[in-house]
């Protein structure tokens, strides 16, 4: 049912509105929902969906055959000072496999720290401020290999978050 209300219809329903989803590629298939009416973050989003159902993809597994794992975390705090102080958090015990020194950059709305690991995977680390004095922290960890290294990265990474807020 979580495509009922942003497109109209139920996975099921653009399923059998679609036909064969296998002779489609993964860009055919999203340019197609989107000529349907479809916002493209959507019509996105059905065509994992669809390609999970058709076994094409598994869950986690991005279209170049690698795996993404995340995290998130809203806590109390100024976010620019927290932001500061998730930086000096962020020590090299904390990351699987250091690799790259992690960089940082901003935008007025966000706060990005980034680094890319001995195993080739990449982390970024979005920090953005929510009303009432919050802050949430989003992980995103790509270029995995496998399921098992996207399941263990997002335990590591909820708990990277859990333990930055017991410091707070």
């Not at 076994?55 to 109390?76: E, I, W």
């Amino acid at each position: 049912m979580r495509f009922k209300e942003p497109t109209g219809k139920t996975l099921e329903e653009w399923l059998r509105e679609l036909g064969d989803p296998s002779a489609l590629t993964h860009r055919e298939m999203a340019a197609w929902f989107v000529d349907k009416g479809v916002p493209a973050w959507w019509a996105q989003s059905l065509t994992v969906a669809v390609e999970q159902q058709i076994g094409r993809r598994v869950v986690g597994q991005t279209c170049a055959g690698t795996f993404s794992a995340s995290a998130s975390k809203t806590m109390p705090g100024e976010w620019e000072a927290t932001f500061e102080a998730f930086t000096r958090f962020m020590t090299p015990d904390r990351l699987p496999m250091a690799g790259s020194e992690p960089s940082t950059s901003a935008t007025e709305k966000w706060r990005y720290w980034r680094t890319q690991l001995i195993d080739g995977s990449k982390v970024v680390i979005t920090c953005q401020e929510k009303p009432g004095g919050k802050v949430t922290f989003a992980v995103n960890h790509d270029g995995l290999e496998d399921n098992v290294s996207r399941e263990t990265m997002k335990i590591h990474w909820r708990g990277v978050l859990g333990d930055f807020v017991d410091t707070r």
